[in-house]
């Protein structure tokens, strides 16, 4: 799938710098922060467009966002457009990358009478696989 055929299916309208975010998210190996994205992009957009499109493509659930703190937030792109299922993320303490586990679904948690979820987010910490074989 091309970033074109993305905004397509999300009928949005197709500009280069939405094009070229979703580039950058897509063939990433890692979830990425707004500056990092920012800083691959090809194209030199100044900040407001950047700005602009990158919310509209995270309104349109095209990229999520992956809080670790609040000085650590990542970017990926969507399940919904990855056809995967509601996924963990994995951020590892020594490197501090944030990567999404889509072969690690989210379990469901039983929760007290009363209380109702809608969504659930898991984030696990430790060492990533290239971290360790740093040891
Ligand atoms: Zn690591
Ligand atoms: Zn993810």
Same mark, same amino acid.
């Given at each position: ?21 979703? $580039? ?10 707004? @500056? $990092? ?13 950047? #700005? ?28 919904? *457009?990855?056809?995967? @299922? ?13 990567? %999404? ?13 009363? #209380? ?5 987010? *898991?984030?696990?910490?430790?060492? %990533?696989?290239? %971290?360790?074989?740093?040891?």
């Amino acid at each position: 799938m091309k970033p074109i055929d993305i905004l397509n299916k999300h009928d949005m309208k197709r500009t280069s710098c939405r094009e070229g975010i979703i $580039e950058v998210v897509m063939t990433a190996s890692q979830a990425l922060s707004e @500056n $990092e994205i920012r800083e691959r992009l090809a194209g030199n957009y100044d900040r407001t467009t950047f #700005y602009r499109s990158f919310k509209t493509l995270e309104e349109h659930n095209i990229i999520h966002k992956i809080v670790v703190n609040n000085q650590l937030v990542k970017y990926a792109l969507n399940n919904s *457009v990855t056809h995967k @299922n509601e996924h963990t993320h994995f951020f590892c303490n020594k490197c501090q990358s944030v990567k %999404c586990m889509d072969d690690v679904p989210v379990q469901k948690y039983q929760l007290p009478d009363g #209380y109702s979820d809608n969504k659930t987010e *898991v984030l696990i910490k430790g060492t %990533c696989a290239n %971290c360790k074989t740093e040891e």
